[in-house]
């Protein structure tokens, strides 16, 4: 009973198949050489549309692919407005140039990330801080810390006049 239905079921097989051969042909038989061979006419269907790119709108909401928990170094920081003068530089961008005595009160000259030189005062406001003290040794600014993970809101920054590379010469 097997074999049998073997036998019935690689028939039914052969005859599904194309090209399969059929009693009393040769399974490698070709039609004759002087018979023409006509393709068989392909459907012709219309050429599909090209789609239209995809363009992903935030629409403020946060980036997907950004880390919820690690903030690390490859962050970029966020876009900031441009602002002339001191109110555009942030307190990392700074660096202290000189120290000068302007009647009763110390004064700082300093350069920002375009190259330009800067005078600056005890209270004045720069992008992310303020300046909290001018000293004969450098700077002492508050600055706004960005971070909501965050305890404290504000840190202090040094800006040494002279950095440790210059006194090694």
Sequence with gaps: MRTFLASMLAAACC???????????????????????????APQTPAPEPAAPYNYNADGRRDPFLSLIGGGGDAKPA???????????RVDELSVRGIMQSRERLVAMVQGPDN??????????????????????????????NDPRAREKSREVRKPLRSPEDEKE
């Design 116 to 145: 330009r030189t800067y005078l600056i005062h005890q209270g004045d406001k720069l992008a992310d801080g303020m300046v909290k003290s001018v000293t004969p040794q450098g700077l002492v600014l508050v600055q706004d810390v």
């Design 79 to 89: 876009p900031r407005q441009a602002t002339a003068g001191l109110g555009g530089i």
């Design 15 to 41: 005859a599904l198949l194309p090209g399969a051969a059929v009693a009393g042909q040769s399974p490698t038989a070709r039609p004759a050489a002087n018979v023409p061979v006509q393709p068989a006419a």
